[in-house]
């Protein structure tokens, strides 16, 4: 019985494998993705940010090295060296009061933010683009900065899924 559990599961894994499936260990380095295999390196060059929030630049820097060291999709540069350089521009950073009482306290708020990567491999001097990210919330029971760290959170994740799109 034993001997045939091993052998239906050997089979299943062949069927699997002929269905493109592939097995991964653990020293697997990642997608391929627009930095290639993973063994290239990354520096953000450039963050522009139009709110008055001193601490999103060093948030979404933050929010970068952890999404790119968690996909291993490069590896992390400080400097001018880099294959590739990163440049985060926010377009849009809209926050406003959509719901007020009677005594002007606010009970809805929305947020919008619009936001483009810009990637420069430095040895072929190209250029790609995500093109306008744009995400919007409405918060009642967060903080603005609340608010603001989880809509800059699921850009990144946005940016970061178009990153490994390379089709």
């Given at each position: 019985?034993?001997?045939?559990?091993?052998?239906?599961?050997?089979?299943?894994?062949?069927?699997?494998?002929?269905?493109?499936?592939?097995?991964q260990?653990?020293?697997?380095?990642?997608?391929?993705?627009?930095?290639?295999?993973?063994n290239?390196?990354?520096?953000?060059t450039?963050?522009?940010?139009?709110?008055?929030?001193?601490?999103?630049?060093?948030?979404?820097?933050?929010?970068?090295h952890t999404?790119?060291?968690?996909r291993?999709?490069?590896?992390?540069?400080v400097?001018?060296?880099?294959?590739?350089?990163?440049?985060?521009?926010?377009?849009?950073?809209?926050?406003?009061?959509?719901?007020?009482?009677?005594?002007?306290?606010?009970?809805?708020?929305?947020?919008?933010?619009?936001?483009?990567?810009?990637?420069?491999?430095?040895?072929?001097?190209t250029t790609?683009?995500?093109?306008?990210?744009?995400h919007?919330?409405?918060?009642?029971?967060?903080?603005?900065?609340?608010a603001i760290?989880?809509?800059?959170?699921?850009?990144?994740?946005?940016?970061?899924?178009?990153?490994?799109?390379?089709?």
């Amino acid at each position: 019985m034993k001997k045939l559990y091993s052998f239906l599961s050997v089979c299943l894994l062949v069927v699997l494998c002929s269905c493109g499936y592939t097995v991964q260990g653990l020293n697997h380095t990642g997608k391929n993705s627009i930095f290639g295999s993973g063994n290239k390196s990354v520096a953000i060059t450039k963050i522009e940010d139009p709110s008055l929030y001193p601490w999103i630049t060093y948030y979404l820097t933050n929010q970068f090295h952890t999404e790119m060291n968690f996909r291993k999709l490069a590896k992390w540069e400080v400097s001018e060296k880099a294959d590739y350089h990163i440049e985060i521009l926010l377009h849009k950073f809209d926050t406003n009061a959509s719901l007020t009482d009677e005594q002007d306290r606010t009970l809805l708020s929305s947020i919008t933010i619009q936001m483009e990567i810009r990637v420069r491999d430095m040895h072929l001097n190209t250029t790609w683009s995500s093109g306008i990210l744009s995400h919007s919330e409405y918060f009642q029971n967060l903080s603005e900065e609340e608010a603001i760290r989880e809509t800059l959170n699921e850009l990144v994740f946005i940016a970061f899924t178009s990153f490994e799109n390379t089709f």
